[in-house]
């Protein structure tokens, strides 16, 4: 869809919403985000700015409904989730399912110097793994979601038993991390699943906000394993401003900063850092074109921390 087609049809669901008519005061401008959605910052007339999450044609009105009611219950639970206003099922509105949400103003965490980003990231992110599931899975469950759509321990199965059915040459690698993932851990923590200083708000000494989310409750190596596989795997590779010195510490940072609030198991951290770094080896090769994808240095990078840790060898399909 062109723009001005997403903003008339912002417009027309808005007013559909609400029984009002609505005006731009700011048109819808891109934001900075993730490679599975497009978010746009705007502002209607006598109402406050807002953000437009607008996922990829391939995905479901379920996802949407999901994201509202994980909005609700974290928040709910003092977690500075971003309230979800309205939600857009139908796909020909705007070209893919979609949600209307508060928009936080307050300057990201990643414009504070790189060691305080790293110490804020670090113990923030052990103080949400330490705060207890058990009222946020009850609160999911009265909203009507099955366990299956949250609980790392019965989903991830099925996502493994798909992805060896659909890449029978990554094998060993699935099979590796079905024997190495810490599905069935006793740990089960809040995941945000892109916790890093992007997607956190931070002013005043304080977080502000979180967003982003694709949350789900697990073991907190799942996210722990994401945010170093960031640090490590994608960031080094999509800049030129790191240097492996500078990686390693930044790595180093955030665990410090992480233990200093909550031990970090190293033996599941590597295993789910070994299906970040598969995931993201998959879309490497699916395709798509974002920035991920179009970084000459990924796959091999990808596909080398892989190895190492399992020390299994890829045979990447048509190599």
């Known amino acids: 869809m062109t723009n001005q087609e997403i903003n008339e049809g912002l417009l027309s669901f808005i007013h559909e919403q609400t029984g009002r008519g609505v005006i731009y005061e700011q048109e819808p401008i891109p934001l900075l985000g993730g490679i599975d959605a497009t978010t746009y910052k705007f502002k209607l007339r006598g109402m406050e700015p ?52 508060e928009f936080f103003p307050d300057p990201l965490l990643s414009e504070q110097p790189g060691d305080i980003q790293l110490k804020i990231l670090g113990k923030s992110h052990a103080e949400m793994h ?17 366990e299956k759509d949250f609980m790392a321990c019965l989903f991830m199965p099925t996502i493994l038993d798909s ?18 993932l810490p599905i069935n851990s006793a740990h089960a923590s809040i995941n945000h ?3 890093h200083p992007k997607n956190i708000m931070y002013a005043s000494g304080h977080i502000t906000g979180i967003i982003d989310w694709n949350f789900f409750i697990g073991d907190p190596a ?31 940072q955030y665990r410090d900063a992480y233990q200093s609030i909550r031990s970090i198991d190293e033996k599941a951290v590597n295993a789910c850092r070994v299906c970040h770094c598969t995931g993201f080896l998959l879309h490497c ?23 190492t ?11």
């Open 130 to 146: 330490n705060l207890s599931t058990t009222q946020i899975i009850n609160e999911l469950k009265k909203q009507g979601l099955n």
């Open 50 to 101: 807002m953000v437009l999450r607008l996922l990829g044609s391939d995905r479901g009105a379920e996802e949407v409904k999901r994201l509202q009611i994980h909005s609700q219950v974290l928040i709910q639970s003092n977690i500075k989730a971003p309230k979800v206003h309205w939600v857009g099922e139908d796909k020909s509105a705007l070209g893919g399912v979609f949600a209307i949400m």
């Open 193 to 195: 699943s892109d916790y």
């Open 222 to 252: 799942f996210d722990v394993g994401h945010t170093i596989t960031l640090i490590m795997d994608i960031v080094p590779n999509i800049s030129d401003d790191y240097t492996h010195e500078i990686v390693s510490q930044n790595n180093e």
């Open 163 to 180: 992805a060896l059915k659909d890449h029978p040459w990554l094998s060993n690698i699935i099979n590796w991390l079905q024997n190495n």
């Open 285 to 307: 090769l699916s395709g798509k074109k974002d920035i991920i994808t179009s970084s000459p240095t990924m796959l091999q990078s990808l596909k080398t921390t892989i190895e």
């Open 309 to 319: 840790i399992t020390k299994l060898e890829i045979a990447l399909p048509n190599s």
